[in-house]
T-cell receptor, first 115, second 115 residues
Framework: AQKITQTQPGMFVQEKEAVTLDCTYD???????LFWYKQPSSGEMIFLIY??????QNATEGRYSLNFQKARKSANLVISASQLGDSAMYFC????????????FGKGTMLLVSP | GAGVSQSPSNKVTEKGKDVELRCDPI?????LYWYRQRLGQGLEFLIY????????KSGLPSDRFSAERTGESVSTLTIQRTQQEDSAVYLC?????????????FGPGTRLLVL
């Protein structure tokens, strides 16, 4: 079974609108971390936001927020007020305590922001 | 700069040749990771170094792949007798340590093309 599932290969959004990118995960570890990275066409991986499994509140970083629903094992990324520069691939990743050396990545969602 | 750096940016080689990829982590980061990203895919973990501990090589796809790290600094990933399926972007990341909440920061990657 896949550990990280991103069901949306591509998403379109208009500038200034909000968009939600889906991510579900599978783990039996009680302690884990969830990450979102952005990869623009230039190729670098840019860290956006982190949510720990024991964090009581949803993580927020500027226009990014993480809708963490632990019982449903989902960690959706919400981007508010989309900008043209948000067009990129977005990857959800998980780090489990038992395998805390590595990140397991989903296949990504391509976001295109139109004017 | 203060980020993770990788060299070369791009490498074109002939099938059967050996290649060496280099990663300079962020100063002070004890953990270093190598990932591979095939075209249109997410990242696959290859190998991980934490301080002076034995590296976690569980992600290396074959014995043609090896990596070394000098102390807590530079790492080189070596691919011997390259094959066309080795063509990918090889990404290096570093983090302060290897705990589940510690963010990994990525370099720009090396784009390897095996002809």
């Amino acid at each position: 079974a896949q550990k990280i599932t991103q069901t949306q290969p591509g998403m379109f959004v208009q500038e200034k609108e909000a968009v939600t990118l889906d991510c579900t995960y599978d783990t039996s570890d009680p302690s884990y971390g969830l990450f979102w990275y952005k990869q623009p066409s230039s190729g670098e991986m840019i860290f956006l936001i982190y949510q720990g499994s024991y964090d009581q509140q949803n993580a927020t970083e500027g226009r990014y927020s993480l809708n963490f629903q632990k019982a449903r094992k989902s960690a959706n990324l919400v981007i508010s007020a989309s900008q043209l520069g948000d067009s990129a691939m977005y990857f959800c990743a998980m780090r489990e305590k038992s395998g805390y050396s590595t990140l397991t990545f989903g296949k990504g969602t391509m976001l295109l922001v139109s004017p | 700069g203060a980020g993770v750096s990788q060299s070369p940016s791009n490498k074109v080689t002939e099938k059967g040749k050996d290649v060496e990829l280099r990663c300079d982590p962020i100063s002070g980061h004890t953990a270093l990771y190598w990932y591979r990203q095939r075209l249109g895919q997410g990242l696959e973990f290859l190998i991980y170094f934490q301080g002076n501990s034995a590296p976690d090589k569980s992600g290396l796809p074959s014995d043609r792949f090896s990596a070394e790290r000098t102390g807590e600094s530079v790492s080189t990933l070596t691919i011997q007798r390259t094959q066309q399926e080795d063509s990918a972007v090889y990404l290096c990341a570093s983090s302060l340590d290897s705990t589940s909440g510690e963010t990994q920061y990525f370099g720009p990657g090396t784009r390897l093309l095996v002809l």
